[in-house]
């Protein structure tokens, strides 16, 4: 039933004259004619009693003609000018909205997301799209339309009251039909031409994002490694991936399309506050989802045609790895054996196993894809410094795990196979030692050098050491415990470049004159500087 509700309908009505007239009169005034509609309340007495009886029990949008004798319409007196006395009245009728004085908001759910942590409240902001048409369908507005989200406060009386109270308790991503009454939308005035006095609106809403101004960061730890000996701080160097994705799930970027790291410096201001503070507190290997509100990313302004201006941000981020510019190598001893007496030095020739990873597990370099162990003298810049720091002070058969940051490591550039600002992880194994000699040396005594060095090297005294014989005079020295050669995996090319420093002038044979002692070498030098 109708009655007490109001209508908005047009009509077509035209009179007859009484039977006894075989004169029909001309059409009345149309609706369809001034280009308006019709409103009026029915079955309170408002209307004539056959259009009150004639509009009951229809539906919006139904069509109906209408027949109305004269004594349920105006009878014998009939509308001076316009409708004879006794005149029936032929109305045709569209139904276009009905609503009752006692209706309410009515809100229909037509999706919503399964995930709902939060939903609308007053006084927060929203960007939602909508398609707002009259109750009979007539469209008269659309977001979509203008390419761009609706954009306001809940609440706070930006919107029309029907709206305000439609879009509280939506999630992020929820559509809605919303029908209001026009009490609660335009009511008698309407709005320009596009919307009539007493209309109900109905809108059809997607909420895209919403936030309140008072919001800060949001974390949701997805995924935190059972072991974290050390959490992100303010001046620490991050490498994370991350996929950025807008609150209605929009992709607006991502590291992992570009194949690489995001490599920042964080608490620094060098990216957006929101992600300065979401990376804090963070672990190596750490999933977390970071999200963030306008004011602490973008802005009104958004970026470009990827990020709306007003927009949420969400951030789900891998921790690669960090560090600090200040860090050293991180040594963990993980065997050490019983009994050392001995460890490496600077200098020192080793042979050691190594396996090397990022701190994502991600494998690098072993020794252990080669035949031999890797062979060094430590201290002479053949590998990088954090990996040559690890290995001093080790026992053969120890076991470390190195941690070395990248400054110390192969910096901002990288290397071969190694990410730029990279940490690594190295787990070293100590093979084999070789005491070395100091910087520019190729061998020294144990003590001091023997008395007339050259007679003792001249072998058959004749006055000059050929090659063979500064050859026998040097391993002898060594197999007697007398003195050691720089330490290599080739020590004839060791002595013979001993030789080659002391034949000064190439002929194959050393003099008394040629034959002398790094030190006294290094004597003559400072002299000939001062």
């Not at 009886?53 to 009939?78: D, K, T």
């Not at 004159?513 to 030098?525: A, Q, T, V």
Request: glycine fraction near 10%; hydrophobic fraction near 35%; aromatic fraction near 8%.
């Amino acid at each position: 039933m109708l009655r007490g509700r109001w209508v908005l309908l047009k009509d077509r009505g035209y009179t007859a004259a009484p039977p006894c007239h075989a004169v029909l009169t001309a059409l009345s005034s149309y609706s369809y004619d001034r280009g308006a509609t019709v409103a009026g309340v029915v079955g309170v007495g408002r209307l004539i009693t056959g259009m009150d009886r004639g509009l009951q029990g229809m539906c919006v949008n139904e069509r109906r003609h209408l027949i109305v004798p004269p004594h349920l319409g105006y009878g014998s007196i009939g509308v001076a000018g316009l409708i004879p006395p006794d005149a029936t009245l032929y109305f045709d009728v569209v139904m276009l909205d009905i609503w009752n004085k006692n209706d309410k908001l009515q809100i229909t759910t037509l999706a919503k997301p399964e995930r709902c942590n939060r939903t609308v409240e007053n006084s927060d902001f929203v960007r939602y799209h909508y398609n707002g048409t009259l109750l009979d369908g007539t469209p008269f507005d659309s977001s979509y339309s203008k390419d761009s989200t609706y954009d306001t406060y809940v609440g706070t009386g930006w919107l029309i009251k029907g709206m305000d109270q439609g879009l509280l308790g939506m999630c992020a991503g929820e559509k809605r039909s919303i029908i209001i009454p026009p009490f609660l939308a335009y009511g008698e005035k309407g709005y320009g031409t596009v919307i009539p006095p007493q209309a109900s609106l109905v809108f059809s809403v997607l909420l895209v994002d919403f936030h309140n101004p008072k919001d800060g960061v949001s974390l949701e730890h997805l995924e935190v490694p059972a072991s974290c000996r050390r959490r992100a701080a303010t001046g620490d160097f991050m490498r994370y991936h991350y996929n950025g994705t807008l609150m209605d799930g929009t992709l607006f970027d991502s590291s992992y399309s570009r194949n690489q790291t995001y490599n920042t410096y964080i608490g620094k201001g060098y990216i957006i506050p929101g992600m300065d503070q979401g990376l804090q507190g963070a672990c190596i290997g750490e999933r977390r989802r970071v999200v963030v509100p306008p004011h602490l990313a973008y802005g009104e302004n958004g970026v470009g045609n990827k990020i709306p201006g007003s927009a949420v941000l969400i951030f789900d981020v891998h921790i690669i790895d960090f560090h600090n510019p200040a860090d050293p190598v991180e040594i963990e001893t993980v065997h050490r054996p019983e009994g050392c007496n001995v460890t490496t030095r600077d200098r020192d020739f080793i042979r050691y196993h190594y396996n090397c990873s990022l701190l994502d597990g991600t494998r690098l370099f072993s020794s252990h894809d080669y035949e031999k162990p890797q062979e060094v003298t430590l201290g002479a810049n053949k590998v990088i410094e954090g990996l040559n720091s690890g290995l001093l002070g080790m026992c053969v058969g120890e076991r470390r795990v190195l941690i070395v940051p990248p400054h110390l490591g192969h910096g901002e550039s990288g290397a071969r196979g190694v990410p730029g600002s990279a940490v690594l992880r190295f787990e070293v194994e100590l093979i084999s030692l070789e005491e070395g000699v100091p910087e520019g040396y190729f061998f020294i005594w144990h003590g001091d050098p023997p008395e007339n060095l050259f007679e003792q090297m001249d072998l058959n005294k004749d006055g000059q050491i050929p090659a063979d014989e500064f050859s026998t005079f040097i391993k002898t020295q060594v197999a007697e415990g007398k003195g050691r050669l720089m330490p290599s995996s080739d020590p004839e090319k060791v002595i013979a470049d001993m030789f080659g420093n002391q034949d000064r002038n190439q002929d194959g044979r050393i003099t008394a004159e040629e034959l002398k002692l790094k030190s006294d070498e290094d004597r003559e030098k400072v002299h000939e500087e001062l």
